[in-house]
């Protein structure tokens, strides 16, 4: 729950705990349910070991919420930049002097029992870190977000699944139709009074977007797989120069944990092998796979703009919601979040999670793939640092929207802004396309 700027400091204190209870109770989830060998190793270049993100969130926590709010001296000062993740590449963090498990479990109680009594007493207000519980807010987002990080190590580690999760409700979606016209004209994109918001997220600004056409739901592996048997890992005219280097350099015939086996697709899904359901949206696949499928369909991918105007915005009203269903907090009958099941529901799922337009599955289920580069909005502060968000910007960069079944509710909105690096397959990332009206 995101705490109200309106709300007494009570208010925002309870949802603050609430937003760092959760995380962390989903922290001990992901760390508790495997041995400590399997927390110390590196499972992927790609990942950190699991021991290094655990730290590395109460190190944050600490930084942030015992010295920058409560003005505390530093509790482990020599650790600081072991957990620097601008300073160690992931590929590296093995060999640095890390916690070991049992000691990283010690500094994480110790510093929250600490953060609480700080919560507790702390004022709310006369300075934007605290203001309606920011900081708070924002340390719930990061240990949210490296909650999901540590959800990809364990679906790339090998061996048998160590996570249990019961399978998303099926919701029949035959008679949606294929897409929906969004019509031009102005929104409001972005946001100036979402208390937790982070800074790429800022300022609220008028954008004038053309109409155009969005799949209803996100592509499936259904249609996906009809792009690869027609030969589209093969046919270069599909692909981006370099999205064309990926494919030949890393011999990619189909999304990552995807086999061919008997005559059948096989996927392999935290450690268990199982066929590629081909109602559920696809997943894991890189900005340039996205792409070229779009390309290959006669479409292409939704700008950044385009994503949030028909996740947001209602023409009956003019406004911009929070959510595509309005203003109110997730629940499970609108979006698949939280780790609440491992993996995305059918395409066309969750209709009380719709928009306004009638466009369903924009929160959750999976990162949303854009067209668009990861860029500051008119007016952008960074705030509270510049590493959070600016030092990203640029080409190089691709925005996804929307968020998967891997991410906190309390990290996921419809202004919320994800971005990686195009070539990013073990992300839980899918997209959807449109087309011009």
């Not at 309106?6 to 989830?29: G, Q």
């Not at 002097?97 to 507790?120: K, M, N, T």
């Not at 996906?224 to 599909?238: K, N, Q």
């Not at 969750?350 to 793939?369: A, F, H, M, N, T």
């Amino acid at each position: 729950m995101t705490a109200d700027p309106t709300a007494d400091p009570a208010a925002v204190r309870r949802s603050a705990l609430d937003a760092l209870t959760a995380a962390r109770s989903r922290t001990s989830a992901l760390t508790d349910c495997v041995e400590d060998s399997e927390l110390i190793a590196q499972h992927s270049p790609l990942m950190s070991p699991l021991v290094w993100d655990l730290a590395h969130i109460s190190n944050q926590e600490e930084q942030w919420l015992l010295r920058a709010v409560a003005g505390r001296e530093a509790m482990r000062p020599e650790i600081d930049s072991v957990y620097d993740a601008f300073e160690h590449p992931r590929a590296t963090r093995p060999s640095l002097p890390l916690l070991q498990p049992a000691e990283a479990r010690r500094y994480a109680s110790d510093v929250r029992g600490r953060v609480i009594d700080v919560l507790e007493s702390a004022p709310l207000h006369g300075r934007p870190l605290v203001d309606a519980g920011f900081a708070f807010g924002m340390i719930a987002q990061h240990e949210q977000q490296h909650d999901e990080t540590m959800l990809i190590t364990h679906q790339l580690r090998n061996g048998p699944t160590a996570l249990t999760a019961p399978a998303p409700q099926h919701t029949d979606s035959t008679a949606l139709p294929d897409e929906v016209l969004v019509p031009g004209g102005p929104f409001t994109m972005g946001t100036s009074d979402e208390p937790w918001a982070l800074d790429n997220e800022r300022p609220a600004h008028q954008r004038l977007v053309p109409a155009f056409r969005i799949d209803t739901a996100p592509v499936t592996n259904g249609a996906f797989l009809r792009f690869i048997e027609d030969g589209g890992y093969r046919d270069e005219r599909w692909w981006q120069e370099k999205g064309w280097d990926l494919v030949r350099g890393h011999e990619l015939t189909a999304p990552l944990f995807w086999r061919r086996e008997g005559g059948q697709w096989l996927r392999r899904r935290f450690g268990a092998v199982e066929p590629v359901a081909l109602d559920e949206p696809v997943l894991h696949v890189s900005w340039y796979e996205a792409d070229a499928y779009a390309r290959w369909a006669g479409r292409r991918l939704p700008s950044e703009e385009e994503w949030e105007k028909a996740a947001r915005h209602d023409p009956a009203t003019g406004r911009s919601y929070r959510y595509p269903w309005g203003d109110q907090d997730p629940t499970p009958e609108r979006a698949n979040l939280g780790q609440r099941h491992l993996g995305p529901a059918p395409a066309g799922s969750y209709p009380e999670g719709e928009s306004p337009l009638g466009v369903r599955q924009l929160i959750g289920d999976v990162w949303e793939w854009t067209s668009s580069d990861f860029l500051p909005y008119p007016g952008f502060a960074a705030f509270p640092y510049r590493e959070y968000s600016e030092v990203f910007f640029g080409p190089d960069h691709k925005v996804l929207r929307g968020g998967a079944f891997s991410v906190g509710e309390v990290a996921c909105r419809a202004t919320f802004r994800n971005w990686d690096l195009p070539v990013r397959r073990q992300i839980f990332s899918g997209f959807r396309t449109a087309r011009d009206a």
